[in-house]
């Protein structure tokens, strides 16, 4: 199989890995670098557990190669973490509204969310809707979710 | 020190703490089971079968095995014991049929497991999986219900098709009927359903000591004794351990990748992880049931239910799974929050060469709803009722009989349910435009928490009070992620005053808690729930003496809170790191265990009579839907829902259950259908199975009665289940409304709208 050496910055730290053309971001993020906020849900590009920005755009992690993320800025939910695990606002507003609930989606839509927030503003619940599209809940009913979200950009 | 006194004031149960495990969630550092990797950890392969019926000629592993990076391929001929029996209503009614571990001989469902692999990546576990060779000479099989009844058809097990008719039955139906004033009737049918929780089954799996260890995505635990069974070993040498789920609403109830994982383990002796792709899970995990649904429904003029006959069919697919008990939950609610006075229930799970059906979040008494609120609907359309009056009329209230001849002995608040949700609605919508109708719909239930009564069922727990003041709670529960093991916190911390951030909750692990029997049923409040609440009410019984003594009062007036013992009118106190000291030197255990027992009583199938459940969640969601008379696509304007759910220990997570339960109920009622064309699963694909995402429906209006009359701890009653129950038969009504012609089919999609709209417009004519 074909390796190539890549350097993925992750979370502002640097990686020099060995990767296979063919492997993806979630793989290499979730099993080489055990990052598991970055997550399998579907390999397709549907439900968005596996989402990360890259250079601040949220992208699907199972269906953009290593490669590609090579010499990007890639950030995780857990990168949004402070000094000393302190939680990021919007983090704050997730817990505080419930809107976790298995918590399996909670990084996509965090991610997704925070890129919406940056870019809007202030985004209408329908904007925050529209945004969250490719980030499914299977559990809370979406309707913490939201309440989350537009509690941070409240803020 | 008595539950009563408790209930003067609460500081912790009715607050929405955020604790536990939804911190390490927001911060994306909880690990589930995928997320697990051990040194020389193999990945393993399920081999899945491609056709729904069929003789297995042939079956060479050569190729695979060659494969470099190849570990194991194992077939039937290396599992030591390949038949899994499962009675899962505890044999008192259906067939015994087993199921195999691997396939030998014979394939019966499409997805159905021939061999597994191991090897040292994931990638060439796909590539040797691909390599086994199997031949298969396909069989006829049988596809739905209707076919697999019929005289001559091709038999999914020789025993039969038939795996389980249940019969209850109370007063002369027949004559009753006859009698009745007006008779409404209707067939109903529901579809396969998909679980589609985010996080596929996953595991890994390895040996120490002897003991073989599993630490997978599961809701079940105690499954470890079948896993020993079927690997012939002592249940000593296997240890479950339940990682805290992604989501699991019955799916993960049976065992998924356990077998599986299992044998890899104990074959290699080296450590192994299974997940199951999502198309994967597609195919082979079990579904919801579909129903076809018969009823006949009597009644006076003045509205008043004198007799209810009702079929249902149930597919089971290839195995018997939980489909006994599936169809007795839907068999003893199918007649719903109303008082029928005769009334003839026959229940019947049939085997097809289908995916196996199984535990859904509902679990039967869901699919029922749409049965008897569709005929609510038609009775007070028939008599010119209004749908609540007619309902009114007929709720069950406490100390009816229900046709299995239990009592009711707690409180009916489902009127009061139905007034909230409705007036959480306001004022009915208006068209939007020209060729839009718009109606509001409503729909009550009655959906039973804790397990089938005949199990005698039971949980423990065990808690310590630490040297220093902080508290441990050990228990077998496995959290589904809707605050399973957070709840228990709340009611430890509201009886002995530690803070929240003081108690640390183990669940989910057969060897090292006590067990605590599986989160499903909606039993895991009512259950462990109570054993922590009389687990913490027997230490703190233990160790106030104690403390009185210190304190100069008496054991009877001290306050456990903000982590210390107070003497009356909180003028002296000792912290709890205090009174563990003085326990240990006095000898007084700090530590107890306790087990809590469920009522207990027995059902004779013979008759249809006896003890079904320990109780219900009664509630009623409202719904006012926009349909578009052009394409037939229904729209939801607004949607609210109420239940009673006695006492809401965490409120905020009953918010979030109700609103989870009701968008998954939109789903079943819109959008999901996993359709099976002949044996054959069609969406292969994540893509093309239609989850509702977040700008399908609206937000879901919630309302909580809390009537205190539950029978779980301080008064609750389970709310995992119940939501989900309402919806289509909510949206049925509203779409009933809107047009005039009832829906009598899931999902309730546009092609099936237009056509309803057709018949409107022919009857017109």
């Not at chain 2, 999502?278 to 082979?284: I, P, V, Y």
Request: charged share 20%; proline share 5%.
């Amino acid at each position: 199989m074909n390796q190539c050496q890549i350097t993925l910055i992750v979370n502002d730290r640097d990686y020099e890995l060995w990767v296979a053309a063919s492997d993806t971001l979630l793989d290499v993020l979730h099993d080489e670098l055990g990052m598991a906020d970055v997550r399998y849900g579907c390999g397709e590009g549907v439900c968005g557990t596996c989402t990360v920005l890259l250079d601040g755009e949220p992208v699907n992690g199972c269906l953009t190669l290593a490669v590609q993320a090579a010499g990007h800025q890639v950030t995780t939910m857990r990168g949004l973490l402070g000094p000393g695990e302190a939680l990021h606002p919007l983090q704050e507003c997730f817990l505080r509204r419930g809107a976790s609930q298995c918590g399996f989606c909670t990084p996509g839509m965090v991610l997704t969310a925070l890129d919406l927030v940056r870019r809007t503003g202030r985004p209408t619940r329908e904007e925050i809707r529209y945004a969250l599209v490719g980030n499914l809940c299977r559990c809370t009913g979406y309707t913490k979710i939201l309440d989350a979200i537009e509690e941070y950009a409240d803020l | 020190m008595t539950t009563s006194d408790l209930q003067r004031s609460y500081r912790v149960v009715g607050t929405s703490p955020a604790h536990h495990d939804f911190v390490d969630k927001v911060k994306g550092s909880l690990h589930y089971a995928a997320d697990w990797q051990l040194p020389g950890m193999l990945h393993g392969r399920v081999v899945r079968s491609p056709v729904p019926s069929a003789r297995i000629t042939g079956l060479d592993v050569t190729a695979a095995r060659a494969l470099p990076g190849v570990i194991a391929v194992l077939t039937a001929a290396d599992v030591p014991s390949n038949q899994v029996v499962e009675l899962a209503s505890g044999g008192l009614a259906e067939l015994q049929v087993s199921m195999p571990v691997l396939a030998a001989d014979r394939v019966r469902y499409m997805g159905e497991p021939v061999a597994v692999v191991a090897a040292v990546t994931p990638q060439i576990a796909h590539e040797a999986a691909e390599l086994v060779a199997v031949d298969y000479e396909e069989l006829p099989g049988v596809f739905d219900v209707t076919a697999a009844r019929a005289d001559g058809a091709p038999l999914v097990h020789e025993v039969g098709n038939t795996l389980v008719s249940w019969q209850i039955h109370c007063g002369d139906v027949a004559g009753a009927l006859a009698a009745a004033d007006v008779v409404v009737e209707g067939e109903y049918r529901t579809q396969h359903v998909e679980h589609a929780y985010l996080e596929p089954e996953a595991g890994v799996g390895w040996l120490e000591n002897g003991v073989l260890t599993l630490r997978v995505s599961t809701q079940v635990i105690e499954h470890a004794a079948m896993i020993a069974h079927i690997l012939g070993l002592p249940q000593s040498k296997v240890r479950v351990i339940a990682a805290y789920m992604g989501g699991g609403f019955g799916g993960k109830e049976d065992m998924t990748v356990e077998p599986h994982l299992a044998l890899l383990v104990w074959h290699t002796r080296r450590p192994v992880r299974m997940i199951w792709d999502r198309q994967e899970s597609l195919l082979g995990s079990t579904k919801r049931h579909p129903f076809v649904m018969r009823y006949r429904t009597g009644a006076d003029r003045d509205g008043t239910i004198t007799a209810q006959q009702v079929e249902i069919i149930g597919d089971a697919g290839a195995y018997p799974n939980l489909s006994p008990r599936v169809l007795f939950a839907a068999a003893a609610c199918a007649c719903g929050p109303y008082r029928v006075p005769n009334a003839s229930i026959t229940s019947t799970a049939v085997f097809t060469n289908n995916v196996p059906s199984s535990a859904f979040r509902g679990f039967g008494a869901m699919q029922v709803v749409l049965g008897y609120e569709s005929q609510l609907d038609l009775l007070a359309e028939r008599l010119g009722l209004s749908r609540t009056e007619l309902r009114e009329r007929n709720f069950l209230a406490k100390g009816d009989l229900l046709p299995t001849g239990e009592r009711l002995d707690t409180c009916v608040e489902v009127a009061q349910t139905m007034r909230r949700a409705l007036g959480m609605l306001g004022e009915p919508p208006r068209p939007s435009g020209p060729g839009k109708l718009t109606g509001r719909g409503l729909g009550c239930n009655r959906h039973p928490y804790g397990r089938t009564i005949w199990f005698r069922d039971r949980a423990s727990a065990w808690l310590s009070l630490q040297a220093d003041g902080t508290l441990l709670i050990r228990s077998g529960v496995t959290d589904l992620g809707a605050g399973q093991a957070a709840s228990l916190g709340q009611i430890a911390a509201e009886v002995l005053g530690a803070p929240l951030d003081d108690i640390s909750i183990y669940i989910g692990d057969s060897a090292l808690n006590p067990p605590a029997g599986g989160t499903f049923a909606t039993r895991q409040l009512y259950m462990s729930g109570n054993a922590v609440l009389h687990a913490a009410l027997e230490l703190r019984g233990r160790m106030a003496p104690v403390a009185a003594d210190l304190l100069g009062a008496s054991a009877d007036d001290l306050e456990f809170a903000d982590g210390r013992v107070w003497a009356p009118a909180r003028e002296v106190s000792i912290t709890l790191a205090e009174l563990a000291a003085a326990c240990d030197k006095r000898a007084v255990g700090t530590a107890h265990l306790s087990t809590w027992r469920a009522e207990s009583g027995s059902f004779d199938p013979r008759t249809g009579q006896g003890d079904t459940f320990p109780d219900y969640t009664y509630g009623t969601h409202a719904a006012d839907v926009e349909v578009d008379t052009e394409t037939g696509q229904v729209t939801v304007l607004r949607y609210a829902a109420c239940h009673d759910v006695g006492r809401a220990i965490n409120p905020m997570r009953v918010q979030g259950q109700i609103q989870g339960g009701a968008m998954q109920g939109l789903g079943y009622a819109l959008t999901e259908d996993m359709a099976i064309e002949e044996g054959y699963v069609q969406a292969a694909l994540f893509a093309n199975y239609l989850i509702p995402n977040a700008q399908d429906f609206p937000d879901v209006l919630v309302d909580i009665v809390e009537s205190g009359e539950g029978k779980g701890p301080l008064g609750a009653r389970g709310i995992g289940e119940p939501p989900i129950g309402n919806v289509a038969a909510t949206i049925a009504s509203a779409i009933h409304d809107a047009i005039g012609v009832r829906p009598d089919r899931l999902p309730m999609t546009p092609e099936r709208v237009l056509a309803l709209l057709d018949t409107r417009g022919s009857e017109q004519q």
